[in-house]
């Protein structure tokens, strides 16, 4: 019987994508591919009833998912991987081709990407060429509402990967796309740090739940790049 559902939903999937499968339905066949010969509908509910949305589901903690009656370590694996999954898979698409410096919408889709199911602070430091291609890039790890890249570090990575100009980069993700008056301060040294050693800062991009932030495009905050 549940062979015979599972069938259904599939063909229904075949037939027109996720389009017209609610979050519900989704998660339902999700779970399919982690708790075999077992209605996956209860466990589905229990999440969305749990979590509040697939979103929230697919953001949660292994050991939140697996509080839940009938998600195990599988379940919970499968789900947390997803969101990783899309992102290695939209940083890999947009860098499969050279990036450069001028493509403004091209280089943001790739800064978001790589802050796409983050849960902590990280700092990111992209290096372009003498051309405005993309060369190389360095991520730092910080805390849930904290990262604190080594400045120094950041030149010398610089400065090894030969970058003519550099964006940094990093996210809020539990807040607006606002900086703080640290975010202000460190980009302006920043801009000082690279300009003494012949490395243009273009741009100060903040990644917050209301979406992607420019510092260069938004002059309030008194940085001149």
């Known amino acids: 019987m549940h062979e015979n559902h599972r069938a259904r939903v ?10 017209n499968m609610d ?6 066949m999700l779970l399919f591919y982690c708790i075999p010969r077992k209605d996956t509908n209860p466990a589905a509910q229990l999440l969305l009833d749990t979590f509040g949305s697939l979103s929230g589901v697919l953001e949660a903690s292994p050991d939140d998912l697996r509080s839940v009656k009938g998600i195990g370590d599988n379940a919970a694996a499968f789900l947390t991987m997803l969101p990783q999954v899309c992102k290695r898979y939209m940083t890999g ?12 919408n091209a280089v943001s889709r790739f800064v978001s990407s790589v802050f796409l199911a983050e849960k902590n602070e990280v700092f990111m430091l992209l290096c372009f060429d003498g051309a405005g291609r ?25 400065e090894k990967s030969r970058a003519k100009t550099v ?14 008056r640290e975010d202000v301060n460190s980009t302006k040294q920043l801009i000082k740090l690279f300009s003494q050693n012949g490395i243009k800062l273009a741009d100060h991009f903040i990644q917050g739940a209301d979406g992607l932030l ?7 905050f008194g940085v001149l790049f």
């Open 23 to 28: 979050d519900r339905a989704v998660l339902e």
């Open 214 to 220: 420019s510092m260069r495009s938004t002059e309030r």
């Open 93 to 104: 698409t947009l860098t499969e081709k050279s990036l450069y410096l001028d493509d403004f």
């Open 167 to 180: 964006i940094v980069a990093h996210n809020h993700p539990d807040g607006l796309a606002s900086p703080s």
């Open 134 to 158: 993309l060369t190389n890039t360095s991520e730092t790890q910080g805390e849930k509402a904290a990262v604190a890249p080594d400045l120094d570090g950041l030149l010398t990575f610089a």
């Open 10 to 19: 599939r063909e229904r999937y075949f037939a027109g994508g996720l389009e």
